[in-house]
């Protein structure tokens, strides 16, 4: 257990070190009152990705998974946890996991599109071959 505590610090401290160097630049550079409305907008957006498109999404497509629709929720619920958290590294590192989440799933969707468009276009190109190998004869009497 001491362990585990070592190596959460570990991680916990140059976090807050990135996090606080980011907030100072941003508040040098357009001020408390942007940070305050940053934190703000970016709390409703991460609970809104949180629970309409990364939870919600997921439960619905249950039966169905794929490694692009893992991903994709995982990301997007992911993204918006980060979002949620205050702070301008946070909601960066969030916003680039949700638009690589979401780029995931809309390439995974065209990807099964193509792969459906290639099916109904030669259903039984399996069976053509057997049949082209089929020689008929007839028999005469």
Same mark, same amino acid.
Request: aromatic residues 14%; negative net charge.
């Given at each position: ?37 940053? !934190?703000? $907008? ?6 809104? /990705?949180? +629970?309409?498109?990364?939870? &919600?999404?997921?439960?619905? #497509? ?34 680039? !996991?949700? $638009? ?6 809309? /390439?995974? +969707?065209?990807?099964?599109? &193509?792969?459906?468009?290639? #099916? ?22």
């Amino acid at each position: 257990m001491h362990q585990r505590t070592i190596k959460l610090n570990n991680l916990f401290i140059p976090y807050m070190v990135i996090e606080t160097i980011f907030v100072i630049a941003f508040v040098w550079k357009y001020g408390f009152f942007a940070l305050f409305a940053e !934190i703000v $907008i970016s709390l409703v957006v991460g609970f809104i /990705l949180i +629970s309409k498109f990364g939870v &919600l999404d997921f439960l619905k #497509e249950a039966r169905n998974i794929t490694p692009q629709t893992v991903f994709g929720n995982f990301g997007t619920v992911f993204g918006g946890f980060l979002i949620l958290l205050p702070g301008i590294f946070s909601d960066t590192v969030g916003i680039i !996991i949700i $638009i690589v989440s979401l780029l995931m799933r809309f /390439l995974g +969707s065209d990807y099964a599109n &193509l792969q459906k468009k290639d #099916e109904f276009k030669e259903p039984f190109a399996h069976t053509k071959k057997k049949e082209e190998e089929i020689i008929d004869v007839e028999v005469i009497e």
